[in-house]
């Protein structure tokens, strides 16, 4: 086989955001994940707003003779309405005194030598000591303890807010919280929340999530779903003004599509956070009047639109604007950046897609001409029969298919809106948990996103987290538990994609045996690194097929003593393509680099069967 670059010019423009990633609340993405929160249902609102209510995963600590919790709605906090009554029955109670406790999501990760800041908010009747602690995963060893007086409450309106410090001399990682009293009597407790103080820049992320987000190098951040911003039923659709102020007056909610209790922690505000902290450029997807099962219609959809313009100028308005001045009450009084909206979430073709759209467009069109608008109807092979600036592409499928949708874009519309492949992956039997197989038929998907990007603006997978505990969706780039995480190789492709954007295509060609095509995918970049100053030519390519092949590269347009002798090579590959990474083994599946001697403008390179190859050579 041969393959020609040409580097006699410049090459075409990337798009500066063509790699970026898609957050949804997902799997306990966020709740449980990468929000660093370590309290599940931290005010007992997860089994409804009605009493009795279900306060799992909350749990008693002692025997019914001793202790009895229930829920009664005497919260402070007017959206959550429900708190948590804990009768104290027993005279001479055990040592460690009755009450509850709190695993968390499937444990807390408490570390010897680690500070953890616990608020919570308590009410008691008589003045008595409760005891804060944060335990081992079965209660026996306490790892964390403070004793805490309240004060007998004059009413049922003299909340106190205890906020301590944790400092465990012992170490668990699926650890719990426990409050617990010695003394007959009633006390309440609600919204009770317990933070590692070591969160990425202190804004609530957990630290070795956003790194491994870091090394993706994500140009953008879609967010927050998917499924979870349209919702089974419009009343559980994801609402932004809700996730919104002090934690404490969120009133959570119940995510259907994904079926479970998210706090809203990790909000709206959160999320622009996040993406400012990722350099990435934030892509909020709205609810534009429409679920899964229910839509609102055209005709009544304006009070939709003008939240939307609501969250909008929350966003990016002054100060001193209405929505605007709620944000930098939170503690960023500068505008974010938006530049990008999403309206609804695969929506097209619902009955009210269209007309809701249009008065969604104009809407934000006439306030803010400068926002890119992006729909939910495919223009790859049609013209929109509505003005838009991207499209919205999904696509899950087999390996075989997704390999041979590196064409998939070639012979798409060159003018009007750009492709956004908000969401791609090889889902199925070829996948698994998150697949080598998977991983190498994506890499030539991307590969065709690189050639295609004159009509496709931007990339990114899905989903990009996994609790293990709670797989709703496989595959995913990220898995992780309560402390620990690895990539998928799925996610190891990614960032070998990380340079790619704002770098330079150049018009390569594979040529040679009829099937060519049928196994091979390659793209040739020129790039420049800012970090060094250097000039790199990057070729990837993915040899799909079962026998390794020899490829004879020829790059036209440098002279022999313009590339340095010395290249890099960094490969994907595994013994057996069902491979997949596991917390025992995370690195099972990972590139791994190689130097390569006698890199020039004309040479053989031996390509092994099913792997992924990025060349990096260093231009002088
Ligand atoms: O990524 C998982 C789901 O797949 C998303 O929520 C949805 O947009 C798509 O159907």
Redesign the pocket.
């Given at each position: 086989y041969n393959l020609t670059v040409d580097a006699s010019q410049s090459g075409r423009p990337i798009p500066p955001n063509l790699f970026g990633i898609f957050f949804?609340e997902?799997n306990h993405a966020g709740a449980g994940g990468l929000w660093a929160e370590l309290v599940a249902n931290r005010g007992f609102e997860a089994g409804g707003q009605s009493t009795p209510s279900n306060i799992a995963p909350w749990s008693v600590i002692g025997d019914a003779a001793s202790v009895q919790l229930s829920t009664e709605r005497i919260s402070l906090f007017a959206l959550n309405p429900v708190a948590l009554r804990v009768d104290v029955l027993c005279s001479k109670c055990p040592a460690g005194g009755v009450g509850v406790y709190n695993p968390g999501y499937w444990g807390m990760n408490i570390i010897a030598g680690s500070q953890y800041k616990v608020v919570c908010w308590a009410l008691s009747l008589d003045d008595r000591n409760i005891s804060i602690s944060f335990t081992s995963s079965d209660g026996s060893r306490t790892l964390a303890q403070q004793y805490v007086s309240l004060e007998a409450a004059s009413s049922s309106q003299t909340w106190n807010k205890l906020e301590i410090l944790l400092n465990p001399s012992d170490t668990d990682h699926y650890g719990r919280l426990s409050i617990t009293a010695t003394q007959a009597g009633v006390f309440w407790l609600d919204q009770v929340s317990a933070m590692p103080l070591d969160t990425y820049k202190g804004h609530g992320f957990r630290n070795d999530l956003v790194l491994m987000l870091q090394d993706l190098k994500p140009r953008f951040l879609r967010f927050p779903?998917?499924?979870?911003v349209e919702g089974q039923w419009l009343r559980n659709a994801f609402r932004w003004r809700q996730s919104i102020g002090p934690w404490e007056e969120r009133p959570g909610h119940f995510g259907d599509v994904w079926g479970y209790w998210t706090d809203d922690g990790l909000g709206f505000f959160e999320f622009f956070l996040l993406a400012e902290d990722l350099k990435a450029t934030p892509i909020w997807v709205f609810n534009n009047g429409i679920s899964h099962t229910d839509e609102v219609s055209s005709s009544v959809i304006q009070p939709f639109v003008q939240d939307v313009m609501n969250g909008i100028e929350f966003a990016r308005g002054p100060a001193n604007s209405t929505w605007g001045s709620i944000r930098a009450s939170m503690g960023h009084p500068e505008p974010f950046s938006l530049e990008y909206v999403a309206i609804g979430?695969?929506d097209c073709g619902k009955q009210y897609y269209h007309d809701n759209y249009i008065k969604f467009y104009e809407a934000i069109n006439d306030t803010y001409p400068d926002i890119g608008i992006i729909s939910n109807c495919d223009g790859s092979y049609r013209r929109l029969d509505h003005p838009a600036d991207m499209y919205d592409f999904?696509i899950y499928t087999s390996a075989n298919r997704l390999f041979a949708m590196n064409h998939q874009f070639d012979s798409t519309l060159r003018s009007g809106p750009k492709a956004f492949v908000s969401?791609y992956a090889v889902t199925g039997k070829d996948a698994g948990k998150g697949s080598f197989y998977a991983a190498l038929a994506e890499a030539s998907f991307l590969i065709g996103i690189e050639t295609n990007s004159d009509v496709v603006e931007m990339a990114s997978y899905?989903?990009l987290f996994v609790n293990d505990n709670d797989r709703r969706?496989n595959p995913d780039a990220i898995v992780f538990d309560a402390w620990q995480s690895y990539g998928t190789p799925s996610y190891w492709v990614q960032t070998l994609f990380k340079n790619s954007s704002g770098s330079s295509l150049l018009p390569s060609i594979i040529t040679g045996k009829d099937s060519a095509s049928n196994i091979l995918a390659a793209s040739a970049l020129r790039r420049f690194d800012d970090d060094n100053g250097l000039e790199f030519l990057d070729i990837k390519i993915v040899n799909f097929g079962k026998t390794d092949v020899l490829v004879t590269l020829q790059i036209f347009g440098l002279l022999a003593n313009e590339i340095n002798q010395e290249a890099a090579i960094s490969r994907l590959m595994s013994e057996n393509i069902m491979d997949e990474n596991t917390f025992s083994q995370q690195q099972k599946v990972v590139p791994k680099m190689e130097t390569l001697q006698g890199a020039g403008a004309n040479m053989d390179m031996k390509i092994p069967a099913l792997s992924f190859n990025v060349l990096e050579c260093q231009l002088i």
């Open positions: 949804e997902i779903g998917g499924c979870f979430n695969e999904h969401e899905a989903p969706w």
